[in-house]
């Protein structure tokens, strides 16, 4: 038994391999690249049953993880979140079976510490000592918070618009943190000069192959939490894409070590009204988006005007059947409050996007009644303090109700 099952790097565009020993980025077709295991041999030396004994965080998947050596690993106990059954939600959608696996429970309170935990250990096997990267602010936040804990130097640029918390978990870890007056886009323009002129590591969405690894395991934890059965949908807010990418992996490797069986989940890609390029190319049925000028929305983590990886999101929607959907910030916000009045559950708003996808998409008759539903709610709402408004009436002591 080895600790990875690491095999070696894909191009999914040229069919390229690379070593998985030494650093790498992108493809030099510029694709990004896809993490292998060799999965013939796991499939005769490892058994679902001995998942049983193993801690709760997505490191008991270490065989299907890139990093080889254990003492590597870098964690702040990420993984394992609930699947939550939201009944009177689900009452209310139509559906019978809709349940919430629900991001908001990992460190740093968003599912980006998924990516970061399994990207930081790889870079840290590696040798990296300093990284960069771009971004709407949770996934610099969880960079920097795991580079902090691996003594990885981070730098992070992120839009000055990105919510003001992101800004604070990047500073308190001692982050080196710019603004940019503009989007993550912008912000990219600055990292890759960055990168350039210091030789850092590029940490950029997809640009560093081991991310997705990290964020596959909401996929693999899904078919576990369901009995190794899968789901009927998945919904997921799409930005960069690299969850639903992620998990239609996680998928394919479950697929073929036989651990689940029968077609794949339909995998519908969400996005926001003011920023729906891969919403565009999917009605469009073109392999790839174009750039979105002027995106907007208050969902800051799904305002990704162009995404490197949009062509494999893209490839996972048309292969399972899926669709992608926008919806709007005001239908985000009315689901976001109807979550909290009828599950307790304060979500944050790309979440809540994929919700009030869901509803539609029960209501247009697209989801049935009786399918399996899975919604990723991929963050916390307390993150976002300022997507909700309140006046409630101030009593002066002696002042009763
Ligand atoms: C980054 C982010 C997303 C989008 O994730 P991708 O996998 O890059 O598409 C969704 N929700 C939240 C809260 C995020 O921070
Ligand atoms: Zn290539």
């Keep these: 038994m080895s600790y990875s099952y690491l095999s070696h790097l894909e191009c999914p565009q040229c069919g390229e391999h690379y070593s998985a020993e030494v650093v790498r980025q992108l493809c ?5 690249l896809l993490v292998r295991y060799d999965l013939e041999r796991l499939k005769t030396e490892w058994v679902k049953e001995e998942l049983s004994n193993r801690n709760p965080d997505l490191w008991r998947y270490h065989e299907l993880l890139p990093v080889v050596e254990k003492e590597h690993v870098v964690t702040l106990g990420e993984g394992m979140t609930p ?3 939201l009944p009177r939600l689900g009452e209310d959608y139509g559906i019978s079976t809709l349940l919430m696996k629900d991001e908001s429970l990992v460190p740093s309170g968003s599912f980006k510490a998924r990516g970061a935990a399994v990207g ?4 840290k096997e590696l040798g990296v000592t300093g990284l960069a990267m771009p971004t709407n602010g949770n996934a610099g936040a969880a960079w920097a918070l795991y580079s902090a804990r691996a ?3 981070a730098t992070i640029v992120m839009p000055q618009d990105a919510p003001k918390i992101t800004r604070s978990e990047v500073a308190l870890a001692g982050a080196k943190l710019y603004l940019v007056n503009g989007l993550i886009s912008d912000a990219g323009a600055i990292v890759a000069r960055e990168v350039a002129d210091k030789g850092l590591y590029d940490a950029s969405t997809l640009k560093e192959p081991y991310r997705i690894e990290g964020k596959k395991t909401m996929g693999l934890e899904i078919a576990e939490q369901l009995g190794w059965e899968m789901p009927d949908v998945i919904l997921y807010p799409t930005g960069g894409g690299v969850g639903l990418i992620g998990i239609y992996k996680a998928l394919q490797e479950l697929q073929e070590l036989g651990w689940v069986q029968g077609p794949l989940p339909r995998l519908v890609a969400v996005q926001a009204d003011g920023c729906a390029p891969i919403v565009k190319a999917w009605e469009e049925k073109a392999e790839r ?4 000028p002027d995106s907007v929305t208050a969902a800051f983590g799904i305002n990704v005007p162009k995404a490197l990886g949009d062509f494999l999101v893209l490839k996972a929607v048309y292969e399972t059947d899926g ?13 976001q409050e109807k979550i909290a009045r009828l599950e307790g559950s304060f979500i944050c708003p790309e979440g809540a996007a994929a919700f009030a996808a869901a509803r539609k998409l029960a209501q247009s008759g697209w989801i049935q009644p009786e399918d399996r539903v899975v919604v990723l709610n991929t963050g916390a709402g307390i993150k976002y303090p300022d997507s909700v408004q309140t006046d409630p009436p101030l009593l002066e002591i002696g002042e009763f109700i």
């Design 289 to 292: 988006s174009q750039f979105w």
């Design 28 to 32: 030099t077709c510029g694709s990004p």
């Design 323 to 335: 669709v992608a959907i926008a919806v709007s910030d005001a239908e985000m916000s009315t689901e």
């Design 83 to 85: 699947l939550l059954a």
């Design 151 to 153: 003594g990885i130097e």
């Design 120 to 123: 930081v250990s790889k870079a």
